[in-house]
């Protein structure tokens, strides 16, 4: 599902500009185009979301404010992801600073310097729900986060200030987890929720998915408002994604696979389906894939917290795996290692044991796996796609039975390469496609063949070899682990310039 939404937002992206607001309506939308750009990076769609970034900077009104899809007002909602997006590429993209800037003070010019509310749109704009009133103003919770972002990223307080004091307003002015009122649609109801959780409130989030839980069917759909038989796209992955930040991966799970039998074979997703339909139910909507992105990227990151137990934080120096490391990467005193995926750390916890003076970085999108490796080796909290490193921060990266859950493999390899030194060793060991079905497998994961991954490692730059190895209690080769190492090209270009982030 997460490969077809993306390759809809590709097919869908208007040339050199940003994602367009419809299938049926091919002009770029500038909300959906900011919010996107933190899930492109996500999936490691680097090139894309910097597209997005560009563009938004030639869209913004002279005010700092962008319009919504059918008019030219300014909004403050539409402003407020655009925002997200450019925070999310600050550190490649420098001069978005200024832009970024006049967005925010726009915002906070044009809200209520008392309370924080954020501006009203007008009656009579996209707003209006028709019979039903208009969408709810809780829905501007959605804009916080990124304000309050900015503040940290900038050093700039009373951007943070602001986001917490209009928090409050929001609070104790909207009602913000009651599911039964007439105007909250899945839609609008989740971005509320997924603000919530976001801004810090959590409890106030579980009541609002406690209210809407007890409409989910045993098929796992979720009425688009209370009171109507048909279902919103969107509004069902915005759920499932809050679900899964809850922890709640049944009742997340059940709503993406109802989902998932709707995706189109464009990889998009109409607004919404059933008898009445009435949200978009013949156009396929862009802002879908992007939580089918986010959605999926944290249902895997939930499995990976709720089995973190049933992994080891050691290994023995006989297994294959071990010996592969050993072999090529050398002596790694005074060496800077990351290890991708890294689980409970077990490669890291070998490695430092031998090479005592080595700086390792563990990184993966599973918390929980972290929690325990111990303070000798740094940990991080990221996914794979799109690394906190600056370009060549690392001697060595070692990906270790991780890149079969990328899904977005020749990104990750590129990814991997990026963050390497020239000269340096990346070292991969999975698992091998013909021996699929010798282990069960979750459902997103990849096996490789030998040959085509050694070909993506090539074609980025790597001078790449293959072997298969030993695992575990089996010593010698049977073909279902591969070992795939390649050095990096002394001079090699990098694929993401101007990385400023913090270095490792
Ligand atoms: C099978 S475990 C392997 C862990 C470790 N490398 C080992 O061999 O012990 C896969 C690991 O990859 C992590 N992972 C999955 N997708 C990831 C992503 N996109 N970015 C970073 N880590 C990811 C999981 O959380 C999990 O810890």
């Known amino acids: 599902m997460l490969e077809k939404a993306i390759k809809w937002i590709k097919t869908y992206t ?4 940003g994602v367009a607001v419809t299938s049926k309506r091919q002009i770029s939308y500038p909300e959906v185009t900011g919010y996107l750009i933190p899930a492109l ?7 894309l979301a910097r597209q997005y970034a560009e563009w938004l900077v030639s869209a913004q009104k002279q005010d700092g404010s962008f319009y919504g899809a059918g008019d030219h007002c300014g909004y403050a909602f539409d402003t407020g992801q655009v925002i997200k997006g450019w925070n999310a590429m600050l ?16 915002i906070m010019e044009t809200a209520d310097a008392t309370t924080g509310r954020l501006l009203v749109p007008r009656t009579n704009t996209s707003w209006s729900l028709g019979r039903r009133g208009e969408v709810s103003e809780g829905i501007h919770l959605y804009v916080l986060p990124a304000l309050r972002d900015t503040g940290e990223i900038l050093n700039e307080p009373k951007y943070t200030r602001f986001a917490n004091r209009s928090l409050d307003y929001y609070l104790n002015n909207s009602p913000l987890a009651d599911f039964s009122q007439s105007n909250a649609m899945t839609h609008f ?15 106030k989030a579980l009541e609002g998915m406690v209210s809407v839980s007890e409409y989910q069917q045993p098929t796992g759909a979720i009425p688009a408002y209370s009171d109507v038989p048909w279902v919103c796209s969107t509004g069902m992955a915005q759920l499932a994604l809050v679900w899964y930040r809850l922890g709640d991966s049944g009742r997340a799970d059940s709503a993406l696979s109802f989902l998932e039998k709707f995706q189109n074979p464009s990889g998009g997703f109409f607004g919404s389906y059933g008898v009445q339909a009435e949200y978009f139910p013949s156009e396929e909507i862009s802002w879908a894939p992007k939580f ?17 137990d049933h992994y080891r934080s050691d290994i023995a120096i006989s297994d294959g795996r071990v010996q592969a490391l050993l072999r090529h990467l050398g002596d790694l005193t005074d060496k800077n290692l990351l290890d991708a995926g890294c689980g409970k750390g077990r490669y890291s916890i070998f490695l430092k044991h031998c090479f005592p003076n080595a700086n390792i970085t563990a990184l993966d999108i599973s918390l929980e796996m972290l929690k325990d490796i111990p303070n000798a080796i740094k940990t ?37 390469t990026r963050v390497l030194a020239p000269g340096g060793k990346l070292v991969i060991i999975d698992k091998n496609h013909e021996k699929k079905g010798k282990l069960g497998v979750e459902p997103w994961e990849k096996w490789f063949e030998k040959d085509a991954l050694l070909q993506f490692m090539k074609n980025n730059g790597l001078d790449a070899l293959a072997e298969f190895i030993g695992y575990d209690q089996v010593l010698q080769p049977d073909g279902l682990f591969i070992c795939w190492w390649g050095t990096k090209a002394q001079g090699a270009s990098t694929f993401t310039q101007g990385f400023r982030g913090q270095g490792a």
């Not at 208007?14 to 500009?17: C, E, R």
């Not at 550190?91 to 726009?106: G, Y």
Request: proline share 4%; charged share 25%.
């Open 91 to 106: 550190d490649r993209l420098p001069r978005l600073e200024m832009p970024l800037r006049k967005a925010c003070d726009w």
């Open 14 to 17: 208007i040339s050199n500009q």
């Open 292 to 308: 089918i992105i986010d959605a999926i990227q944290q249902k895997i990151a939930n499995h990976f917290d709720q089995t973190a």
């Open 189 to 203: 109801f989740a971005y509320i929720q997924e603000a919530l959780l976001e801004l810090g409130c959590d409890d």
């Open 41 to 47: 990076l996500s999936v490691g769609e680097h090139d």
């Open 380 to 416: 991080v909290h990221h996914g794979l796609l799109n690394m906190p490193f600056p370009d060549h921060s690392f001697d060595s990266v070692i990906c270790i039975e991780a890149l079969e859950h990328v899904i977005q493999i020749e990104q990750g390899i590129q990814e991997l």
